[in-house]
């Protein structure tokens, strides 16, 4: 369980948000929406822990030290002199080490997690020469070979089509399944109305907790089926 307490973010001693109370539980899927400028990124790269609160407390349990962030598309260096496999491979550093080679185990994991994304024909391609949907394709392989219990994604789907943003919902849903956490910023409602159990919107004066109905409603009918 991830707790905020009074917690206002921002740049320099000032808040851009107000104070923030509540949970993430453990195990949520949290769609993080509000309008440009809320907040959104600097709450997400403070819980990534890029940033420092402002005030108030950000109270982490020790499991999800293992947190992967995936960054606006606008943050990412498309000038990264490597290939698409070592650029995922570098997902796999907390296991490596910096400076350690990667092993068979690890090798396995990158590519299956380039396959996953139909992205294995690029492996030795390089981040200059993909367009943005392939490129975030390649980012959320690195995010899945973190195997990270604290997933934060900052505007995954911005400039994706909808047949890859379908792939890599279900990427996200097997995340959620295995019982990470998952808080993902998001501006289509329609979205998070159909995916995002839970949702906290960061407005000017004020944030607010809610849980959708329509992923609620479809859990309970899952379950009055059995399934
Ligand atoms: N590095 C920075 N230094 C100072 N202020 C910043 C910095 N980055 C962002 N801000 C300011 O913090 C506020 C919140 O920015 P943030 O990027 O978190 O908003 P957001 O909700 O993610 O917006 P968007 O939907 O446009 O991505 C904005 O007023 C922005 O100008």
Redesign the pocket.
């Known amino acids: 369980m991830i707790t905020f307490n009074q917690l206002t973010v ?3 001693g000032r808040a ?1 948000t107000p104070a923030l109370d509540g949970t993430l539980l453990t195990g949520s899927m949290t769609a993080l929406v ?10 997400l790269k403070t819980l990534a822990g890029l940033l420092r609160p402002v005030s108030g407390a950000l109270i982490l349990p020790r499991s999800s030290v293992n947190i992967a962030w995936l960054p ?1 598309q606008s943050e990412i260096d498309r000038t990264f002199p490597l290939s698409l496999f070592d650029m995922v491979a570098m997902g796999c550093w907390k296991k490596s080490g910096w400076f350690g080679g990667i092993d068979k185990a690890m090798r396995r994991s990158v590519m299956s997690a380039l396959d996953k994304v139909d992205m294995l024909d690029f492996a030795s391609a390089r981040p200059g020469t993909l367009s943005g949907g392939q490129l975030q394709r390649v980012l959320f392989a690195r995010l899945l070979v973190q195997e990270a219990s604290l997933l934060l994604l ?2 995954p789907f911005a400039g994706v089509d909808s047949q890859t943003t379908q792939l890599l919902l279900t990427l996200l849903k097997e995340r959620h399944d295995v019982g990470c956490t998952l808080v993902v ?1 998001l ?1 289509d409602m329609a979205t998070v109305e159909n995916y995002f159990p839970q949702r906290l919107r ?1 407005q000017a004066h004020r944030a607010e907790w809610s849980v959708s109905d329509s992923v609620l409603s479809r859990q309970h009918s899952l379950r009055s089926l059995g399934a």
């Open positions: 921002g740049y320099q851009v509000g309008a440009n400028g809320s907040g959104k990124s600097t709450l606006q900052d505007e910023v501006h960061l």
